[in-house]
């Protein structure tokens, strides 16, 4: 039986971008193990069919933890005697490229769901910078998540071309359509809006993701705050608090105040599709993205769409076709869309139109999950006739 491993640095991650592939391993007669900062839900929900091994890993650059993980993993791989390694997120990554190749692990796939240190800038970004070069040197294989992102990689010689590919359209887990079911977005809509004290006849505008800067909220509530909009446009911000400060902070607060803005906080990944079905307008002015999964489900609901063109997003939408692209940290611009837009209704049913197709063809889950299956049949099968 072939032995995988799946590590992120928490669970949240491999909640919601490893589970629902790694099953697919399993029935497909793999020994499947999961390493992340784990609790006993977690736990407890997956031993039926997966070894469960807790690794309290955190976010964020501690010096000494690179010690303490690379030697707990290099331990726990010299004893499993694992086929693959398949890992995502920096920390997790780094630690995982280090001790799998101590260990002498085959196969060591990096999931690079993004390219980070392209927002950062001066000393930080040169560490970043840094610490990806390491994890793809000791890398044997890397999936990108999108091709621009991986011509950056190419560009900034992280790694070799033979090293590195996308895998057909590129993005992480694509979108489950039974729960992003289009034909119940009235409903959803109806629900959400009546949740929140907004009307039917209200245009909402909507954004999911982590409220923080380099997701372009700054730029985002100054739209919205300088739009001089009628009193029926609002605004509902899906998502949690994420080192909010500054000028970003200032917004937030009078966003509370203004009436018209609704922050809802974080929600079930199962109800997220709910409240994109509220949205008139779903606007994603993110600074960088490995692949933007909210635009993906975004589509699959029928959501017009405006976004940034960076690497991932730029690739997820299809320019005039389901959405717009704007330059990130454009406030101006972004603005002058976001007006457009809600004035152009036949434009926002051609965009919902033409997204939800796009998603059909090309993000749907078995779609991706078959093709993340393939892809490491393939590199084992060549890994064991060498």
Known sequence: MKKICFITTLQLTMDTFILPFAKAFSENGYDVTYICNMNEEFEKKNTTYAKCINLPMRRGFHFFDIFKFTLRLKKIFKKEKFDIIYYATDNASFYSCLAGKFAKIPIRLYAQWGIHYVAANGVTRIIMKTLEKITCKNSTHIREVSNKNMQIALDDRLCEAKKIKVLGKGGTIGVNLSIYKIEKKQEYRKEIRSQYGMADEDF????????????????????????????????????MYDG????????????????????????????????????????????????????QEGLAMGVPIITTDVPGPSEVIEENKCGWLVPAQNMELLQQKMIELMNDEETRLRFAKEGRKRVEIYFERSVMVNNIVEDVNELIGKTQTK
């Open 204 to 239: 909402v505008f909507g954004f999911v993701g982590r409220i923080t800067k380099d997701k372009g909220c700054k730029e985002l509530l100054q739209s919205f705050k300088l739009g001089n909009f009628s009193e029926n446009v609002k605004m509902i911000l899906v998502g």
């Open 244 to 295: 909010c400060e500054g000028e970003l902070l200032e917004l937030i607060e009078w966003a509370k105040t203004s009436g018209k803005v609704v922050f809802t906080g974080l929600v079930k990944g199962n109800e997220v599709c709910k409240y994109l079905s509220a949205f008139d307008i779903m606007v994603h002015p993110t600074y960088r993205e490995g692949f933007g999964m909210v635009l």
